[in-house]
């Protein structure tokens, strides 16, 4: 079935009802003159009524990678028809509305919106992946009295999101496309989402992973993005920016697999933009970095602990959005970095304490008593067995790199009326069997926030993805779902272990054993200071 919206600007679009909303699918927001070319902002359709029945094209990526996807969540779901992907064509975004029980979108309601950035390492990753569907969220919030509408957007992956060089950005080609593309998104959505009855002025911008990479990167914007923010799993303290060496080296492995090293920078770059598709994803050597750059517009600078931490803004990564931000959310799940075994880790096998406690003695060779505090705090010495040695390393990957930051930006936020923050911790584990069954993995938490794996769960699971969902709800809607941190005490929202009778709680007090996690890391990192502690494990990731 199909909905028809007489949208003001846009004209006639016919959208998918489906389960009391009408979904917008594949609207283009952006046009390209080519696949490495900026984002121009799209301001009409040539047809009308246009047909947005269907997801549109997802920008250039490995189409397996949803099935990878669903490998660590532990479980698939059907798979929508989505047409291939394209290197021009991908710069488009879906938007659910409620309908309630008349069936029809009424635009003048100006309802709230949360926009979502998927995750994928800037790399893989889409808007149409069946566990960021907004139905059932958009559902829950008509239930609660509280409607929302939903938004997901796509932008630009690997080598047409990420690649820069001096070469490209001398012939006027951009450094990262991707951000440039989401932020293309947003200025669309706060431009025409007022048709399809959402608030323009009530934007929450939220990502996963990556995508949450992104949200905190936006707040170095001295342009407001959002009013309202969410990053779950992932912040700009994830890692840094990579260096111009290593992106100059990146573009020289590029042009080497396309076999353009002998031509001229003008015939390779008209080359690259013209290779077939394919080429862009599968002649591209694993491992070649294809991540955010420095380029003094979308990312400023590179993050550190002591930057965040701090209420004052710092030139080299200033962070304005502090001040025009009146909301930002954080959370963290108890085995974040369990997604960093498949990523590179298992590769270290067999033999990959011994790996560990060389790379972390020589980082910490300054610090040997951070080394040796390190180590025994998460029990690895040169005899634990490799399946022990890899659980004790991703869980200090994952409070270095995911607990550690969290705390970082609560303690640097305004924490005003004006300028609030809300922290939380995800304790649920991956309830389906698995490699990490029972532990509280990267990506679950938008699995249970989105209310699209509900029929796979049990009531006690369902409870907590519900109370998740209706906090979320309660947050795009501009309400405190619970209080929000004050200076100097991190109080937080705690989601499960449902299997121990939690679903959901707040800790006052924030207290690291309170809210189910280890206050080990932070020892370390009033021992040896934090960006010397997540050093650490970035090195060891990295080789060194």
């Given at each position: 079935?199909?909905?028809?919206?007489?949208?003001?600007?846009?004209?006639?679009?016919?959208?998918?009802t489906?389960?009391?909303?009408?979904?917008?699918?594949?609207?283009?927001?952006?046009?390209?003159?080519?696949?490495?070319?900026?984002?121009?902002?799209?301001?009409?359709?040539?047809?009308?009524?246009?047909?947005?029945?269907?997801y549109?094209?997802?920008?250039?990526?490995?189409?397996?990678?949803?099935?990878?996807?669903?490998?660590?969540?532990?479980?698939?779901?059907?798979?929508?028809?989505?047409?291939?992907?394209s290197?021009?064509?991908?710069?488009?975004?879906?938007?659910?509305?409620?309908?309630g029980?008349?069936?029809?979108?009424?635009s003048?309601?100006?309802?709230?919106v949360?926009?979502?950035?998927?995750?994928?390492?800037?790399?893989?990753?889409?808007?149409?992946?069946?566990?960021?569907?907004?139905?059932?969220?958009?559902?829950?919030?008509?239930?609660?009295?509280?409607?929302?509408?939903?938004v997901?957007?796509?932008?630009?992956?690997?080598?047409?999101?990420?690649?820069?060089?001096?070469e490209?950005?001398?012939?006027?080609?951009?450094?990262?496309?991707?951000?440039?593309?989401?932020?293309?998104?947003?200025?669309?959505?706060?431009?025409?989402?007022?048709?399809?009855?959402?608030?323009?002025?009530?934007?929450?911008?939220?990502?996963?992973?990556?995508?949450?990479?992104?949200?905190?990167?936006?707040?170095?914007?001295?342009?407001?993005?959002?009013?309202?923010?969410?990053?779950?799993?992932?912040?700009?303290?994830?890692?840094?920016?990579?260096?111009?060496?290593?992106?100059?080296?990146?573009?020289?492995?590029?042009?080497?697999?396309?076999?353009?090293?002998?031509?001229?920078?003008?015939?390779?770059?008209?080359?690259?933009?013209?290779?077939?598709?394919?080429?862009?994803?599968?002649?591209v050597?694993?491992?070649?970095?294809?991540?955010?750059?420095?380029?003094?517009?979308?990312?400023?600078?590179?993050?550190?602990?002591?930057?965040?931490?701090?209420?004052?803004?710092?030139?080299?990564?200033?962070?304005?959005?502090?001040?025009?931000?009146?909301?930002?959310?954080?959370?963290?799940?108890?085995?974040?970095a369990?997604?960093?075994?498949?990523?590179?880790?298992?590769?270290?096998?067999?033999g990959?304490?011994?790996?560990?406690?060389?790379?972390?003695?020589?980082?910490?060779?300054?610090?040997?008593?951070a080394?040796?505090?390190?180590l025994?705090?998460?029990?690895?010495t040169?005899?634990?067995?490799?399946?022990?040695?890899?659980?004790?390393?991703l869980?200090?990957?994952?409070?270095?790199?995911?607990?550690?930051?969290?705390?970082?930006?609560?303690?640097?936020w305004?924490?005003?009326?004006?300028?609030?923050?809300?922290?939380?911790?995800?304790?649920?584990?991956?309830?389906?069997?698995?490699?990490?069954?029972?532990?509280?993995?990267?990506?679950?938490?938008v699995?249970?926030?989105?209310?699209?794996?509900?029929?796979?769960?049990?009531?006690a699971?369902?409870?907590?993805?519900?109370?998740?969902?209706?906090?979320?709800?309660?947050?795009?809607?501009?309400?405190?779902?619970?209080?929000?941190?004050?200076?100097?005490?991190?109080?937080?929202?705690?989601?499960?272990?449902?299997?121990?009778?939690?679903?959901?709680?707040?800790?006052?007090?924030?207290?690291?054993?309170?809210?189910?996690?280890?206050?080990?890391?932070?020892?370390?990192?009033?021992?040896a200071?934090?960006?010397?502690?997540?050093?650490?494990?970035?090195?060891?990731?990295?080789?060194?």
């Open positions: 079935m199909s909905t028809t919206l007489d949208h003001g600007d846009l004209g006639a679009l016919k959208g998918a489906v389960n009391g909303t009408v979904q917008f699918r594949g609207l283009q927001y952006a046009t390209l003159k080519n696949r490495l070319a900026t984002p121009e902002l799209l301001t009409g359709y040539d047809s009308s009524p246009r047909d947005a029945t269907k549109g094209p997802p920008p250039v990526s490995p189409p397996s990678a949803i099935q990878n996807e669903f490998g660590f969540i532990q479980k698939p779901l059907p798979l929508p028809d989505v047409p291939p992907h290197d021009t064509e991908g710069l488009n975004l879906n938007i659910t509305v409620p309908v029980k008349s069936g029809v979108v009424d003048n309601l100006k309802l709230p949360y926009v979502f950035i998927h995750g994928g390492g800037f790399a893989v990753g889409s808007s149409w992946y069946p566990h960021y569907n907004a139905t059932p969220l958009v559902n829950l919030s008509v239930e609660k009295g509280k409607p929302i509408i939903g997901t957007i796509n932008y630009r992956l690997g080598v047409t999101g990420y690649m820069t060089s001096k490209l950005r001398e012939a006027g080609y951009k450094a990262n496309n991707g951000f440039h593309d989401q932020k293309t998104a947003l200025k669309w959505i706060k431009k025409f989402i007022g048709g399809f009855g959402g608030n323009p002025e009530e934007i929450t911008v939220c990502g996963e992973s990556a995508g949450g990479f992104a949200v905190t990167m936006f707040l170095s914007s001295q342009e407001p993005l959002m009013k309202r923010c969410l990053s779950t799993g992932g912040a700009v303290l994830l890692f840094k920016p990579i260096p111009s060496v290593v992106t100059e080296s990146a573009y020289e492995s590029i042009i080497q697999a396309f076999g353009l090293a002998d031509k001229s920078p003008e015939d390779r770059i008209k080359s690259i933009l013209s290779v077939p598709v394919d080429d862009l994803w599968q002649k050597p694993l491992g070649v970095p294809l991540l955010p750059s420095v380029d003094g517009d979308t990312v400023p600078g590179a993050a550190t602990f002591d930057i965040v931490t701090s209420e004052n803004d710092h030139p080299e990564f200033p962070l304005p959005g502090r001040k025009w931000c009146s909301s930002f959310m954080i959370g963290e799940s108890k085995l974040d369990n997604i960093l075994a498949y990523m590179g880790l298992d590769a270290k096998n067999p990959i304490a011994s790996k560990f406690i060389e790379s972390a003695n020589k980082t910490l060779s300054s610090h040997p008593e080394a040796k505090t390190l025994s705090s998460y029990d690895i040169e005899s634990t067995n490799d399946d022990e040695a890899m659980l004790s390393i869980r200090f990957a994952t409070e270095i790199s995911f607990y550690a930051p969290a705390l970082a930006f609560a303690k640097g305004p924490c005003t009326k004006e300028n609030k923050f809300f922290l939380y911790h995800f304790n649920e584990g991956i309830p389906w069997e698995g490699r990490f069954k029972g532990e509280a993995g990267h990506i679950l938490d699995s249970f926030l989105f209310q699209n794996y509900n029929e796979h769960m049990n009531d699971q369902k409870a907590v993805a519900r109370a998740y969902g209706e906090d979320f709800i309660e947050f795009v809607n501009g309400n405190d779902p619970w209080p929000p941190v004050h200076k100097g005490q991190l109080g937080a929202r705690v989601y499960g272990p449902s299997g121990d009778g939690i679903t959901t709680k707040h800790v006052a007090s924030g207290k690291p054993e309170e809210v189910g996690r280890n206050d080990r890391v932070l020892k370390l990192g009033e021992l200071g934090f960006d010397t502690i997540l050093e650490v494990f970035q090195n060891f990731m990295q080789g060194r």
